[in-house]
T-cell receptor
Framework: QKEVEQNSGPLSVPEGAIASLNCTYSDRGSQSFFWYRQYSGKSPELIMFIYSNGDKEDGRFTAQLNKASQYVSLLIRDSQPSDSATYLCAVTSTDKLIFGTGTRLQVFP | GAVVSQHPSRVICKSGTSVKIECRSLDFQATTMFWYRQFPKQSLMLMATSNEGSKATYEQGVEKDKFLINHASLTLSTLTVTSAHPEDSSFYIC???????????FGSGTRLTVV
C-alpha cells in the first residue's frame, strides 16, 4: 500500500501562533490531497482539500501542495485551544483515500 | 450537505458472536463505500472498498470471510464482523462517494468492544 507520512507530534504551539503541519506521500500518481481534523473518539472532519500545486486558503487555514517534492502542508493561523486535535493528511491513490498516521496538535493558552 | 448515518455508535458483544454495522447515505447515492478501522492512537486503515451491486475488494491482510461487506443498494452498506474476538475491538468508520456528494463523506463511526 502506498504510504503517507506525518510526524506524530505532539506539536505544541501557544494560542495565537501559526501551527505548521507537514505530510509526505509516496504515490506520484496521487491527484487529490485532504486535511482532516479528528477529535478523540470521533470521526474525521474535512478541513480542506487541494488538487493543484501552490497554496489554497480558507479562513485561518492554508494548504500548500508541491507535487514535485510529494509534499503537502497545512498552516493554521491564529491557533486556538479548540484547534487542539489530531490532524490527518489523506491522499488519493487509485480512487482510495489513504491516511497518514496523524499529527497531534496542542494549542496552549 | 451530504450526510452518512452510521449505526450503532457503540456496541459491546461477546466473543464469538457477530455484529452488523450499517451506513446509510441520507441525501445522495453512495456508489462507492470505503470501510476503515482505527485502533487507539493509530490512523485509519482501509479495510475494503465496495461498489454498489458488486463484491467488495479487500485490502491485503483483511479477512474477507470475517468482515462481510454488503452494498446491495445505493443508500445502504453494511459491515458484519463475524465470530468477533477481543482483537477485533476497534473504531470502524465508513466513507461514501457518489453523485450529489463532494469527495468523501464519513460516517460518525462505531466503537466495537468485544468481551
Amino acid at each position: 500500500q502506498k504510504e503517507v507520512e506525518q510526524n506524530s507530534g505532539p506539536l505544541s504551539v501557544p494560542e495565537g501562533a501559526i501551527a505548521s503541519l507537514n505530510c509526505t506521500y509516496s504515490d506520484r500518481g496521487s491527484q487529490s490531497f485532504f486535511w482532516y481534523r479528528q477529535y478523540s473518539g470521533k470521526s474525521p472532519e474535512l478541513i480542506m482539500f487541494i488538487y493543484s500545486n501552490g497554496d489554497k486558503e480558507d479562513g485561518r487555514f492554508t494548504a500548500q501542495l508541491n507535487k514535485a517534492s510529494q509534499y503537502v502542508s497545512l498552516l493554521i493561523r491564529d491557533s486556538q485551544p479548540s484547534d487542539s486535535a489530531t490532524y490527518l493528511c489523506a491522499v488519493t491513490s487509485t480512487d482510495k483515500l489513504i491516511f497518514g498516521t496523524g499529527t497531534r496538535l496542542q494549542v496552549f493558552p | 450537505g451530504a450526510v452518512v448515518s452510521q449505526h450503532p455508535s457503540r456496541v459491546i458483544c461477546k466473543s464469538g458472536t457477530s455484529v452488523k454495522i450499517e451506513c446509510r447515505s441520507l441525501d445522495f447515492q453512495a456508489t462507492t463505500m470505503f470501510w476503515y478501522r482505527q485502533f487507539p492512537k493509530q490512523s485509519l486503515m482501509l479495510m475494503a472498498t465496495s461498489n454498489e451491486g458488486s463484491k467488495a475488494t479487500y485490502e491485503q491482510g483483511v479477512e474477507k470471510d470475517k468482515f462481510l461487506i454488503n452494498h446491495a443498494s445505493l443508500t445502504l452498506s453494511t459491515l458484519t464482523v463475524t465470530s468477533a474476538h477481543p482483537e477485533d475491538s476497534s473504531f470502524y468508520i465508513c466513507s461514501a462517494q457518489g453523485a450529489g456528494a463532494t469527495g468523501y463523506t464519513f460516517g460518525s463511526g462505531t466503537r466495537l468492544t468485544v468481551v
